[in-house]
């Protein structure tokens, strides 16, 4: 989630450069037709990385919004610092967004609402630390909902470490902890008596096991959560989301494509799942460089040979060098991608923005051959 370090408001208006494609009409606008959609294809200029890691060789390019959030404007100074790694979603018509807000404290999940994914209210935090000697008493972030027909659950970051203020950017080890809430904007309440699951020596996630996108599979839920030694995804499953979890013995691809955290879309015209997840690159030092996604038919089986760029310098267009995590949720013929950067060529943890780029429905496969 905060990767250089490890190595996820006031109404803004809507700033940075807009896509002509993106701008018009409301944000669910998009035509539908035989040729419609975004479809994955041949990357024609792929990039290479100094240590070997590997390489997306296809595309599905996102059309970027620019800045639609920025930092500075929270109630109380809660993202004084930046605002970062978001989690999106809808419920009757407004959507909420989770943020990791910086504040003079450390980093809180806090709350900004929107009506059209444009123009956002900033709430606060929906969660504070924890007290000394808990999990989560450096830093209570990361907050990852699901709603299960009658109950709104969160899963988020916890951590007792962070690095020195002012920055004091979450460190390891990086945690699952739970909350309930009582409506899709909260409040929430912490549950400390659930731990969906730890880290463990000796295992892919030895030194983080944080939450990421809940779906539920058959009579069970399953979660991918980020993981590391190296970073990747792995699969927790669970019957009871105030219960234990139990995690696969092994990632969802190999640690080597240094990945981290998941926000997933169902494709039902060809019954394709599509995890959008964040990319490490490597260019004097570790950083997110840029939204990829990976897809299948079969969750519990992913192809690592299947994954696609979305987002990095060469179609953000505010933000050059470094790309923070996506979010993505369906927005009428459209899929929204929410996400955050420091802008221009800054790879900084601090004083993030944070933006929006357009894919059109429905997202295809690579054409077979």
């Given at each position: 989630m905060k990767t250089c370090e490890r190595l996820a408001l006031a109404t803004a208006g809507v700033l940075g450069v807009f896509s002509a494609w993106a701008g018009e009409g409301a944000p669910g606008a998009g035509h539908r037709g035989e040729d419609s959609g975004s479809r994955v294809v041949a990357a024609t200029d792929i990039v290479r990385y100094a240590d070997g890691r590997p390489s997306a060789k296809f595309r599905l390019d996102a059309k970027d919004q620019g800045v639609v959030f920025r930092h500075g404007g929270g109630p109380g100074r809660c993202d004084e610092l930046g605002a970062r790694d978001v989690w999106v979603y809808e419920s009757d018509g407004m959507?909420?967004?989770?943020?990791?807000?910086?504040?003079?404290?450390?980093?809180?999940?806090?709350?900004?609402?929107?009506?059209?994914?444009?123009?956002?209210?900033?709430?606060?935090?929906?969660?504070?630390?924890?007290?000394?000697?808990?999990?989560?008493?450096?830093?209570?972030?990361?907050?990852?909902?699901?709603?299960?027909?009658?109950?709104?659950?969160?899963?988020?970051?916890?951590?007792?470490?962070?690095?020195?203020?002012?920055?004091?950017?979450?460190?390891?080890?990086?945690?699952?902890?739970?909350?309930?809430?009582?409506?899709?904007?909260?409040?929430?309440?912490?549950?400390?008596?659930?731990?969906?699951?730890?880290?463990?020596?000796?295992?892919?996630?030895?030194?983080?096991?944080?939450?990421?996108?809940?779906?539920?599979?058959?009579?069970?839920?399953?979660?991918?959560?980020?993981?590391?030694?190296?970073?990747?995804?792995?699969?927790?499953?669970?019957?009871?989301?105030?219960?234990?979890?139990?995690?696969?013995?092994?990632?969802?691809?190999?640690?080597?494509?240094?990945?981290?955290?998941?926000?997933?879309?169902?494709e039902a015209t060809d019954k394709t799942w599509w995890l959008f997840t964040n990319h490490v690159g490597i260019e004097g030092g570790e950083f997110t460089d840029a939204v990829w996604v990976y897809w299948t038919q079969d969750l519990n089986?992913?192809?690592?040979?299947?994954?696609?760029?979305?987002?990095?310098?060469?179609?953000?267009?505010?933000?050059?060098?470094?790309?923070?995590?996506?979010?993505?949720?369906k927005v009428g013929g459209r899929l929204a991608v929410v996400y955050d950067g420091p802008g221009g060529e800054s790879t900084s943890h601090m004083r993030r923005d944070v933006g929006l780029c357009w894919l059109e429905l429905p997202l295809r496969r690579p054409e077979e051959k």
């Open positions: 959507y909420y967004m989770h943020y990791d807000g910086a504040g003079p404290k450390g980093w809180l999940a806090c709350l900004a609402t929107s009506k059209d994914l444009l123009t956002w209210t900033a709430r606060g935090p929906v969660l504070d630390f924890g007290a000394a000697g808990e999990d989560d008493s450096a830093s209570a972030s990361y907050g990852v909902t699901y709603f299960d027909g009658r109950t709104w659950h969160m899963f988020y970051l916890g951590t007792p470490h962070t690095s020195p203020a002012p920055d004091l950017v979450p460190s390891f080890p990086y945690l699952t902890m739970k909350a309930r809430g009582a409506s899709a904007g909260g409040p929430w309440t912490k549950q400390k008596d659930v731990v969906p699951f730890r880290t463990k020596p000796g295992t892919y996630y030895a030194d983080t096991a944080s939450p990421g996108h809940v779906v539920k599979h058959g009579d069970e839920y399953l979660m991918f959560f980020s993981a590391s030694m190296k970073r990747t995804l792995g699969i927790a499953r669970t019957r009871d989301l105030d219960g234990a979890w139990t995690i696969d013995p092994a990632p969802i691809v190999p640690a080597e494509e240094q990945v981290e955290n998941s926000s997933l879309y169902f089986h992913w192809d690592a040979e299947h994954k696609a760029v979305v987002l990095d310098g060469k179609n953000c267009a505010w933000s050059r060098t470094c790309v923070g995590l996506p979010s993505v949720v």
